[in-house]
Structure formats: C-alpha cells, structure tokens
C-alpha cells in the first residue's frame, strides 16, 4: 500500500467549511418546517415478512415512512404486531410536529401488524377519518401458493 499524505489546512477554511455545514442544515431545518399539514392518509402494507408505513397529504406526496427493518428489527421480529407499533410510535413524533391531525388509513396485505398500526395511531392522538382495505383480491386468478407444512 501506498503512503498517506496528510494536508494541513489552514484555520479559515476549516471555519468556512464548518460554516457551510451550518447553513446546509438550517436550510434543510427550515423547509421542513415549512411542511405543516393537517389532513393525510397513511398507507400500511402489512405483509408476512415486514410493516411498512408511509404518510402523504392529500395530494399523494409522501411526507414520512418507516418500516420494521429500518427500526432495527430483523428476521421474523419485523413481522410481529410490537415491530409494527414501534414503527407507528417512531411516525408519530415526526407528525405531531408537522401539524397533522386528521387521518385516513389504508390497509394492505395481511400481515401481523394490520391491526396493531390502527390501534396505535388511535392511542397516539390522531383523528382517525375512516379505514379502507385496499388488499388486492383476485377473481379467480392464477393459483395460489401452496400452504407451508411446518
């Protein structure tokens, strides 16, 4: 392997990199802020191997998601009804502080944190507008799936 040089840099860059840095993040900081909404739906697709929450306002544009992976969980712990209302508490600090208030729900899939993610977006505080199960159901399709013999 080669040699490593090691600059020197003089204090007033390093002031004015830190400095650039500083302004980035208020910037950022500040449109976040402006994103202040009151009505949205939130989207839960619920499956057998994970939850994933997403929040978008009424237009459809997404403001916020989680999911039970990106939580920390992993193997079939991302699946379990606990994964899924840690990830509806994790939303919830993110929505309070935009402002939301009213809520509509859409369920997919029929995973084990369905339930759970209803019941703690209730607990939390919110309004909760209406449910909808938007799962798709064939019509008789192709078939399905053998069932699992454990």
Excluded at 8 to 31: H, P, W
Excluded at 33 to 52: E, R, W
Aim: hydrophobic share 35%; charged share 25%.
């Amino acid at each position: 392997m080669g040699k490593k040089k090691v600059t020197k840099q003089d204090d007033q860059i390093l002031l004015k990199e830190t400095a650039d840095m500083e302004s980035a993040v208020s910037q950022s900081a500040s449109k976040k802020a402006k994103k202040k909404f009151i009505d949205g739906c939130i989207y839960v697709k619920a499956s057998y191997n994970n939850t994933v929450v997403t929040v978008t306002d009424l237009k459809g544009n997404v403001v916020a998601w989680s999911t039970a992976g990106a939580l920390g969980f992993k193997g079939p712990k991302k699946a379990t009804p606990f994964a899924a209302s840690k990830v509806v508490d994790a939303l919830a600090e993110k929505l309070k502080k935009a402002g939301l208030e009213n809520i509509t729900i859409y369920l997919n899939g029929i995973g084990g944190g369905r339930d759970s993610t209803v019941r703690s977006f209730v607990n939390q505080g919110f309004n909760l507008l209406g449910i909808h199960d938007i799962t798709p159901i064939p019509h008789n399709g192709p078939k399905p799936k053998k069932v699992r013999r454990v």
